[in-house]
């Protein structure tokens, strides 16, 4: 599900980023392109400075099938809910030295890899999920040298919550570069100042500044990818005012 140009996107950045100053976080790998990616550019990495391979790469995924996917990546006949892993290992199978792979819910995880110097999202499918990324991997990022890439940036209209995200800490991460669709890449400018990372952040900020968080964000891009960002802040609001008008009314005295 990458494009050409988000596959050469995570080529680069493990063949000319990577330092070995931190760990690789390969969040939402489905069937491994972006594993397959990162790895081989780390691999031409380390042959280039006569390092040898370890697994620096941590590779995320709940390695279920989606009924979405049923007849578009796996036959209609499969079942939601089962098992990709197989698939998996055997498309990064001549890369496994570089791989530790972590099977199930990253939010039930704990990070326990050091310092994180590329962060590739492409799991983060609901708030919760992003403002836990923030708040335990955040953290670990290296000022002046981590990469985020946030893979759902420009795609479609059902992920807001990244916007909110990246342009509430604005100040912290300058944008490098975008794929045209999709991807868009940040690096941390400089470490974030205490109290500064909030847990929960999209989870609470005021619906008010959601809605300016997401403007900001669509102001910093041509008209066509500027359509995509102001398509996802207009779904964004109406599910979250949705979600409020289904919630029940508080109780009487």
């Avoid at 990162?38 to 400075?49: K, P, Q, T």
């Avoid at 479609?156 to 570069?177: A, D, I, K």
């Amino acid at each position: 599900m990458l494009s050409g140009n988000e596959l050469r996107l995570l080529r680069f950045l493990g063949r000319h980023i990577y330092s070995g100053e931190g760990a690789i976080v390969d969040a939402g790998c489905f069937l491994g392109g972006s594993t397959l990616a990162l790895a081989s550019g780390v691999r031409r990495n380390l042959a280039g400075r006569q390092r040898p391979e370890r697994p620096v790469i941590h590779s995320y995924d709940l390695f279920r099938i989606e009924d979405w996917t049923r007849g578009l990546f796996f036959p209609r006949s499969a079942r939601a809910g089962d098992s990709t892993r197989a698939a998996f290992d055997r498309n990064v199978a001549s890369h496994a030295p570089l791989i530790e792979v972590h099977e199930g819910d990253i939010t039930a995880s704990e990070w326990t890899g050091g310092p994180i110097e590329i962060l590739f999202v492409d799991l983060a499918k609901h708030w919760s999920v992003c403002d836990w990324i923030t708040e335990h991997l955040f953290p670990r990022l290296i000022p002046g040298r981590s990469v985020v890439v946030q893979q759902d940036y420009l795609w479609g209209t059902h992920t807001g919550w990244l916007q909110v995200t990246m342009e509430y800490y604005r100040e912290e991460f300058e944008m490098l570069c975008d794929t045209g669709l999709n991807s868009v890449a940040f690096r941390l400018r400089k470490r974030f100042a205490p109290g500064r990372l909030r847990a929960q952040l999209v989870e609470r900020l005021a619906m008010g500044d959601k809605a300016a968080l997401m403007d900001r964000a669509a102001s910093r891009f041509p008209p066509e990818q500027a359509a995509v960002l102001h398509a996802a802040k207009a779904h964004f609001l109406a599910e979250l005012e949705g979600a409020q008008s289904a919630a029940p009314a508080p109780a009487g005295p």
